[in-house]
């Protein structure tokens, strides 16, 4: 099992910043990619970035590149999500998840076996 925690969510005005942060604990993470999923209100969640735990490997969709970085502090077995140049069409609850996929899996639609709680990210215009 791996627990994951996401902290980090808020309300930011348009063109703002944000930095969200998921502490794993329970397993080792060397094997795992973890990356960040949203669900906007009505619509389907979506992969938002991932990155391979060990070597740092990173794949972001295209409507955030640019804007979003993630990131992950193998010390602190803590991954991130840098969130800048924000816009309402960010507004979501935004998702940690592992697995043992490849980032590129998870980004063609792979679902993940864990998943963290979720923590909302409003964005005002």
């Known amino acids: 099992q791996v627990q994951l925690v996401e902290s980090g969510g808020g309300l930011v005005q348009a063109g703002g910043s944000l930095r969200l942060s998921c502490v794993a604990s329970?397993?080792?993470?060397?094997?795992?990619?973890m990356g960040w999923f949203r669900q906007a209100p009505g619509k389907e969640r979506e992969f938002v970035g991932a990155?391979?735990?060990?070597?740092?490997?990173?794949y972001v969709r295209d409507s955030v590149k640019g804007r979003f970085t993630i990131s992950r502090d193998t010390a602190k077995n803590t991954l991130y999500l840098q969130m800048n140049a924000l816009k309402s069409d960010d507004t979501a609850v935004y998702y940690c998840?592992?697995?043992?996929?490849?980032?590129?899996?998870?980004?063609?639609?792979?679902?993940?076996?864990?998943w963290g709680q979720g923590t909302q990210v409003t964005v005002s215009s």
């Open positions: 990155i391979t735990w060990s070597s740092a490997i990173t």
């Open positions: 329970g397993r080792t993470l060397s094997r795992y990619a």
């Open positions: 998840a592992a697995d043992l996929k490849r980032v590129d899996e998870l980004a063609l639609g792979g679902q993940p076996l864990y």
